[in-house]
């Protein structure tokens, strides 16, 4: 009974966890458009609508709405429009610094992960602890200077939305370079280390 048991336990809970994590994120994504739909419904369609109902209609609409955006970006058209909002967005000083690091994040994690040259680990946050993180460069100027230690630019990225993180400036000797993708890492860190990549061993 405890080998069936262990089996069965082994097919139905991906299942589960799979469908949990999708309907967690479709929660999350649904709440731009919640307030919308719920007003709408109450006054054009239904007024007991269930509210799993709304929310999975609401995310729905906010990916669609998000792959509209990317197809409009996509264009020439699209392109001078997002040109256009970007620059009166960075004319506001509060907004300017805050959206100018942001995209650039973005963009490294989505458009370009070579700006990441390996996957490191390093201790984090406390001495026989390890967290994985992105070695982005060597360490330059002022910084450098400063320190006894070479050391170098370390990206530690958060869990579930790896897009946040901490910038660290790390002794070189401290850390451990690992053989896995930066594309693998980055799928670890935001399934919380439900997704392991294999180990890569090098070919002797």
Do not use: C
């Amino acid at each position: 009974m405890k080998k069936y048991f262990f089996t069965g336990l082994a097919v139905i809970l991906p299942f589960f966890l799979t469908i949990y994590i999708i309907w967690v994120i479709f929660k999350m994504v649904g709440r731009f458009f919640v307030p919308f739909f719920t007003e709408f419904f109450e006054r054009f369609v239904y007024t007991d609508m269930p509210a799993a109902v709304i929310t999975l209609v609401s995310a729905v609409i906010t990916l669609f709405v998000i792959w509209l955006v990317g197809v409009l970006a996509s264009n020439i058209i699209g392109r001078k429009f997002v040109g256009w909002a970007e620059t009166l967005l960075l004319k506001i000083p509060m907004a300017r610094g805050i959206y100018d690091a942001l995209r650039k994040l973005t963009k490294v994690f989505f458009s370009n992960k070579a700006s990441f040259k390996r996957v490191v680990l390093i201790e984090w946050p406390r001495k026989g602890v390890y967290s994985i993180a992105f070695l982005t460069s060597s360490a330059m100027g002022e910084a450098q200077e400063k320190t006894k230690e070479e050391v170098v630019n370390v990206f530690l990225p958060s869990t579930p939305n790896p897009t946040t993180g901490f910038f660290v400036l790390v002794p070189k000797d401290d850390i451990i370079p690992l053989e896995m993708s930066v594309d693998d890492a980055v799928k670890m860190i935001i399934s919380g280390g439900i997704v392991v990549p294999s180990a890569k061993r090098k070919s002797q």
